[in-house]
């Protein structure tokens, strides 16, 4: 899903025509987010149903990053109807990053 996101306003549009979005802005550099890549991987096929997920790399997507005031890598946001419903800089192990998901998705959780 990332090559459908070229700028600010191509995200912008992605956020908008879906329901759910689940974006990691991350950094090739950056420890951490190799971390969340393998938790990622292993999570792809149990996100809610009509979540998308996207990958954007903060060094390449500068003026996102400063448009959402990413600092340091990584940092996960849920996109609700194109409004940031979660946020978290950092990440977390599989279980408990899906609960947050499905809580979002569901609306039990901000």
């Known amino acids: 899903m990332t090559d459908k996101i070229t700028d600010s306003q191509s995200f912008?549009?992605?956020i908008n025509d879906h329901q759910l979005v689940f974006v990691d802005f991350f950094t090739t550099w950056c420890e951490p987010c190799k971390v969340l890549d393998q938790i990622?991987?292993?999570?792809?096929?149990?996100?809610?149903?009509?979540?998308?997920?996207?990958?954007?790399?903060s060094?390449?997507?500068?003026r996102l990053a400063s448009d959402y005031q990413i600092k340091s890598a990584p940092v996960l946001f849920i996109f609700k109807n194109g409004e940031i419903a979660?946020?978290?800089?950092?990440?977390?192990m599989d279980d408990d990053l899906?609960?947050?998901?499905?809580?979002?998705?569901?609306?039990?959780?901000?």
């Open 40 to 57: 990622l991987d292993r999570i792809s096929n149990k996100l809610p149903d009509g979540m998308e997920m996207v990958k954007l790399d």
């Open 98 to 110: 899906l609960k947050i998901l499905h809580d979002v998705s569901r609306g039990t959780s901000s």
């Open 86 to 92: 979660w946020r978290m800089n950092g990440f977390m």
């Open 12 to 14: 912008i549009k992605f």
């Open 59 to 62: 060094d390449k997507f500068p």
